[in-house]
């Protein structure tokens, strides 16, 4: 069964400093790892899917990065705006549900002015 | 707005009730897919429709759980007998056809009393 954890649980940061978020996977055969971010109350917004081990993909202040067991996410010089909780999820090669995604239980990020 | 649109946003009933929510998906996705998620947790998948079939179920949906998409465009899910630990937030997410992303509505908030 597709499994995801992700770590820390939660994180505090000071506006300005940098931090990286991990979410470790096992899966039967990677078509897809994907981050989503969260903001209370509402439903995940896309950010980055990334397909093989080495990718990188960036956006503002967020890089994506993957390997064949883990994936991060850096989030550099962070604003209080960034504050959600991230969400990381694998697609199995597989062709079952759709391509279904499961998800890990997400790391909540609140950064202090 | 093109997004992926759910209604209600909050529904509060009490335990024994019916409760029906539906989502309408972006327009041309012909895939759709229903996840619960409870708090502090990722979403876990329900149910997934592609076209107005309904090819893969959870065994998280209980024989209580019903979802249809007639004609291939929104989608309904129904609950009966609604119990406390149904109490969650139901997303749903359409998916386009060539493409591996899945894009979340806003979710229903339902609260069991």
């Known amino acids: 069964e597709d499994q995801v954890t992700q770590s820390p649980e939660a994180l505090r940061l000071q506006e300005g400093e940098s931090s990286s978020l991990n979410c470790s996977y096992t899966v039967s055969g990677l078509r897809g790892l994907f981050w989503y971010r969260q903001d209370p109350g509402k439903g995940p917004e896309f950010l980055f899917t990334?397909?093989?081990a080495g990718e990188e993909k960036e956006k503002e202040r967020l890089k994506a990065t993957l390997t064949k067991k883990e994936s991060f996410l850096h989030i550099t010089a962070p604003k209080p705006e960034d504050s959600a909780t991230y969400l990381c999820a694998v697609q199995a090669m597989i062709k079952a549900a759709g391509n279904k995604l499961t998800f890990g239980g997400g790391t909540r990020v609140l950064v202090k002015p | 707005d093109t997004g992926v649109s759910q209604d209600p946003r909050h529904k509060i009933t009490k335990r024994g009730q019916n409760v029906t929510f539906r989502c309408d998906p972006i327009s041309e996705h012909n895939r759709l897919y229903w996840y619960r998620q409870t708090l502090g947790q990722g979403p876990e998948f329900l149910t997934y429709f592609q076209n107005e079939a309904q090819l893969e179920k959870s065994r998280l949906l209980s024989d209580r759980f019903s979802a249809e998409r007639p004609k291939g465009s929104f989608s309904t899910l129904e609950i009966q007998r609604t119990e406390q630990g149904d109490s969650a937030m139901y997303l749903c997410?359409?998916?386009?056809?060539?493409?591996?992303?899945?894009?979340f509505g806003p979710g229903t908030r339902l609260t069991v009393t």
């Open positions: 990334l397909y093989s």
């Open positions: 997410a359409s998916r386009g056809q060539g493409e591996d992303e899945q894009y």
